[in-house]
């Protein structure tokens, strides 16, 4: 940040000092000009047959008194105040453009963006261990981010679904929540079941009223869901309903794209089976 600030800075002054000094420039050039101008015209004065001294010198006097008044009169004053004023104005305004740049007023980035996406990426590439020490920070800009973009839906699920494949799974779940409450309506079966996995896994693997009603609306947007399946499954088997554990188990196994996931399922329902012909 102070670094961006001193840049500004100094852009703002190399403005100011470059429109500054040409002025300088212009007027020293016009002054010489006109000095030589007056030397070559008091030359020819001189020169000139037929006219007496005092009427020369008369001659010369007028155009001294002309080389001076346009050199350095009021006007040239005047118009080096507004020179400084105008350059003074111009390097301003240059600081603020930049400045803008990084806070925002222009909307054509932030800072504090720029700044998110530091600690976002630190987070995504850390170790477990690193996370767990970042997690305060970054739980922080991780909040504020998805309170300003709320209204893009397509930003909260991608950073939802990585947190959940992170098993990070109560980051993930406020996430997941956002886009519930803003997208209630849109959003399909696929991805109301990955919440109610994240909402299931964050409450301790518990099947609290909120994950159970939940995960009716998941079967009801999607009946053939493996992951709510699964999940409604595991809801039978904590109630000791092995039956229903088994269907809805085996439904979901037809499902599972995934030959690893497939087979432990699998081997599951095998268990059940066998623990129901005891």
């Known amino acids: 940040m102070l670094i961006i600030l001193i840049t500004s ?9 470059v429109f500054s000094s040409s002025y300088g420039e212009t007027t020293n050039d016009r002054k010489k000009d006109n000095l030589s101008l007056f030397n ?4 020819v004065i001189s020169s000139m047959g037929g006219l007496e001294q005092s009427s020369k010198n008369r001659l010369k006097d007028e155009r001294e008194i002309l080389f001076l008044q346009d050199t350095a009169g009021k006007h040239s004053i005047n118009l ?16 603020f453009i930049t ?7 222009l909307d054509l980035g932030s800072y504090s963006e ?9 987070f995504f590439k850390g170790s477990k261990e690193e996370r767990a020490k970042n997690k305060g920070l970054f739980k922080k800009s991780y909040l504020d981010y998805i309170d300003k973009n ?6 909260i699920y991608t950073l939802a679904k990585s947190l959940k494949d992170l098993e990070e ?31 299931y896994f964050s409450s301790e693997r518990e099947f609290t009223e909120q994950v159970k009603k939940l995960l009716d609306l998941t079967l009801l947007k999607n009946p053939d869901n493996p992951i709510a399946l699964t999940l409604k499954g595991l809801q039978y088997l904590g109630e000791k309903n092995l039956d229903q554990t088994v269907i809805q188990w ?13 087979k432990e399922l699998e081997i599951a329902i095998e268990a059940l089976n066998y623990r129901r012909n005891q």
């Not at 709320?150 to 930003?155: P, T």
């Not at 085996?250 to 497939?262: C, P, R």
């Open 99 to 105: 400045l803008s740049v990084y806070f925002y007023p």
């Open 9 to 17: 800075i100094l852009i703002s002054l190399t403005i100011y000092l």
């Open 80 to 95: 080096v105040g507004r020179r400084k004023s105008f350059s003074i104005a111009l390097g301003v305004m240059s600081l």
């Open 169 to 199: 799974f109560k980051l993930s779940r406020l996430a997941y929540r956002s886009l519930f409450i803003n997208n209630r309506d849109d959003l399909n079966g696929d991805i109301l079941a990955e919440y109610t996995q994240v909402l």
């Open 40 to 43: 070559s015209e008091s030359e």
């Open 150 to 155: 709320a209204d893009k839906s397509n930003y």
């Open 114 to 122: 720029l700044e998110d996406a530091k600690v976002f990426k630190s």
């Open 250 to 262: 085996t439904k979901a196994a037809s499902f599972i794209t995934n030959e690893g996931e497939k």
